[in-house]
């Protein structure tokens, strides 16, 4: 009776360890599949996070001191500001509004970066970047301000796409307002050759684009987009989704073509 009664309690040992390991494996394939969504594109989890952003935030994308509007070199003006990249008369337009304190906007940069230069240096397609400020609402600090008045400094260099590249592929986590250092920002700028000079530096630390960063992001609060990144083509929104096809690069390459059938492909390269 003594040796049944261990066989029976060993037994259901035996199970409950399966069942524990039944239920490690679905947490685990459950996290597999969460992080592959970001990688590959689908970027739907990315999305709701840039929801909640929205929903949240309370920060009206101003500075410390408030300061005229001065527009970065080459900067789109009007009630939606924004800097444009790629070839002036390509016959396709990206807009992309994003934080770059976003986690949500970070994976959607790692997973189409190579896709949008690959289209912009086709004169497929330009792109307009509008800067917000949604996570130093959520959040607290000022990250989301600072790295975009760094990007607007950038653009002034002729080196915006380079920097913006750089302050996305090393974003600190969300809760880490790491960017709302400026000697990080000019940290980082050393990563792309010719940009960290005493021009750069002094439109960093002096804040020079701040007040223009707020008119972007005020854009941003008087529309109807519900979060960032919000992607659209030509005006259409395309993220996640556009109609029943998820956004991935191959659909976002086929979308543009689609788009620009019997058009010529951009050569104006932006003046400076």
Request: include cysteine.
């Amino acid at each position: 009776m003594s040796q049944k009664n261990s066989d029976g309690n060993r037994s259901a040992r035996e199970r409950l360890q399966q069942q524990r390991e039944r239920e490690k494996a679905r947490e685990k394939q459950r996290r597999v599949l969460i992080v592959s969504a970001a990688v590959v594109g689908v970027l739907g989890l990315a999305a709701i996070a840039g929801v909640i952003a929205a929903n949240t935030g309370d920060d009206d994308g101003g500075s410390d001191k408030a300061g005229p509007v001065v527009a970065p070199t080459g900067s789109i003006e009007g009630d939606k500001p924004a800097i444009p990249t790629g070839k002036t008369d390509a016959p396709s337009t990206l807009a992309i509004w994003e934080d770059f304190r976003c986690p949500a906007c970070a994976s959607f940069e790692n997973a189409f970066r190579d896709t949008i230069h690959e289209l912009e240096a086709t004169g497929a397609l330009k792109t307009e970047y509008h800067l917000a400020t949604l996570i130093d609402g959520n959040m607290g600090g000022s990250g989301s301000l600072r790295a975009a008045n760094a990007a607007a400094c950038a653009q002034d260099a002729g080196k915006f796409t380079a920097y913006h590249d750089v302050l996305y592929i090393n974003q600190p986590q969300e809760t880490d307002d790491a960017f709302g250092k400026n000697d990080k920002l000019i940290e980082l700028a050393a990563k792309v050759p010719g940009l960290d000079t005493p021009t750069f530096r002094s439109c960093v630390e002096d804040g020079t684009h701040d007040s223009w960063v707020g008119k972007s992001n005020e854009a941003f609060r008087n529309s109807d987009f519900r979060g960032t990144p919000s992607v659209l083509l030509n005006g259409e929104s395309i993220f996640p989704s556009k109609g029943n096809e998820q956004i991935s690069p191959e659909n976002l390459k086929k979308w543009v073509a689609e788009a620009n059938k019997g058009k010529k492909a951009g050569t104006a390269s932006p003046t400076s």
